[in-house]
């Protein structure tokens, strides 16, 4: 049942806004705006007007199949005024936000937008307060934050850059066009891994590829060092981390296993 402040014209431009989210439309979403649009992201404690907008939407968009965005309620409204609630997760659910949107129209456009976002972390728990000064510094929304963990998954994936022994924060940030403490941010607070665990996860999910391919060797330290470790130590320890055994425990299962049943455990 509509409550008694419920428009329907607001209902339909909000309806029509959502809807060009979902769909992934840039173009559609600016087509939403009013000249004199007021974007309030209070996690950045920042206002965007309509020049900014493409940009900070084109960034905001959802990306790839590790971002699940979830609607939690109905869109309601009252007057010229109608909120949403959604649930982000980030990277397999590694991270949520819990957002909340009112948006005021006028003129048949939506005209301002107050946004509300709370980083929840299932392993390294943080103030809200603390969570929404670090984006703020960073100059990150919770969605951008959701396309930053897109980005650097996927050039790791195409690009590779871990097979590189001497692979270092300051190199990615330069290759994905994101500032070092962005790069931070996100595997510390959201992916609660350090870099170079991240790094030394994708050269075991590389090498254990590599082993569903082809005949085990009988010493597997060689594969360890072509998938760009550098120390062997780092490497048991790594290996250990992603798959639960050593290596030469690793090695006896796969030779009496068909080579087409042995799976690869996601390096994430």
Known sequence: MDSPGFNDDTYQVVLRYHQAWQRRELDAILGCYHPDI??????????FRRAELRDYVQAALPAGSNERLEHVDRIRVDGDTAFIQYQLALHGGRALFCSSEAIRVRDGRVWRIHEYATLQQPVQAAGSGDARSALARLGLSARQLSRLAADL???FRQQQPFLDPDCNLQAVAAATGYSRNQLSYLLNQVLCR???QYVNAARVHYLLAQLATQPPPARIDALAFAAGFNSL???YRAFREQTGMTPAAYLRQIRCVPAATTSVPPAG
């Open 38 to 47: 007021e974007y309030h992201d209070h996690l950045q404690n920042r206002v």
């Open 153 to 155: 998954d996927s050039y």
């Open 194 to 196: 350090r870099f170079y």
């Open 233 to 235: 130590s780092a490497f």
